[in-house]
T-cell receptor
Framework: EDQVTQSPEALRLQEGESSSLNCSYTVSGLRGLFWYRQDPGKGPEFLFTLYSAGEEKEKERLKATLTKKESFLHITAPKPEDSATYLCAVQDLIQGAQKLVFGQGTRLTINP | DGGITQSPKYLFRKEGQNVTLSCEQNLNHDAMYWYRQDPGQGLRLIYYSQIVNDFQKGDIAEGYSVSREKKESFPLTVTSAQKNPTAFYLC???????????FGAGTRLSVL
């Protein structure tokens, strides 16, 4: 059974203090790993997709990396507007349909 | 603008009552999904549909029902058999296999 575990559950940083969020996964065959951002009371917003170990993607202050067992979301010099819950999900195929298995999320707070 | 529209934003259910959550998309996506999100937990798949007039159960389908009569619409009914319906419900859609799932803004369901 596919499993996704994110750590830490919550993280508080000062503005400008860089850090990383972790997503560990077990899946029979990784077809894709997705990162989403979710603001309180809203739907998840897509950030990145990674497909193979060694792949990296960047967007503004965020950079996602992938190994065979985990993915990291690095946040460099964060700002208060980066505060949100960050969700990681792995893609599986069930009867030809895409299924995402989500971790529980990391709640990130950036203090000014 | 293309997107996924969920309504209502807030919904209250009385004991023994069935309620229906609406999800409409104008992205011309083939596949649609319903997820449930509880506090501190990841998203869990309720039902999904790859094409019109066809749908499959996800991991937690008991107490829920869906229909897919039109490509644009995938309503979810929370039946009286669902004993713990209080949660945040999210609808998503994707063009096909391997593609990004885009989410609506969600419906928060509470029990009176």
């Amino acid at each position: 059974e596919d499993q996704v575990t994110q750590s830490p559950e919550a993280l508080r940083l000062q503005e400008g203090e860089s850090s990383s969020l972790n997503c560990s996964y077990t899946v029979s065959g990784l077809r894709g790993l997705f990162w989403y951002r979710q603001d309180p009371g809203k739907g998840p917003e897509f950030l990145f997709t990674l497909y193979s170990a060694g792949e990296e993607k960047e967007k503004e202050r965020l950079k996602a990396t992938l190994t065979k067992k985990e993915s990291f979301l690095h946040i460099t010099a964060p700002k208060p507007e980066d505060s949100a819950t960050y969700l990681c999900a792995v893609q599986d195929l069930i009867q030809g349909a895409q299924k995402l298995v989500f971790g529980q999320g990391t709640r990130l707070t950036i203090n000014p | 603008d293309g997107g996924i529209t969920q309504s209502p934003k807030y919904l209250f259910r009385k004991e023994g009552q069935n309620v229906t959550l609406s999800c409409e998309q104008n992205l011309n996506h083939d596949a649609m999904y319903w997820y449930r999100q509880d506090p501190g937990q990841g998203l869990r798949l309720i039902y999904y549909s790859q094409i019109v007039n066809d749908f499959q159960k996800g991991d937690i389908a008991e107490g829920y029902s869906v229909s897919r009569e039109k490509k644009e619409s995938f309503p979810l009914t929370v039946t009286s058999a669902q004993k713990n319906p209080t949660a945040f419900y999210l609808c998503a859609s994707t063009r096909g296999q391997g593609n990004i799932q885009y989410f609506g803004a969600g419906t928060r369901l509470s029990v009176l």
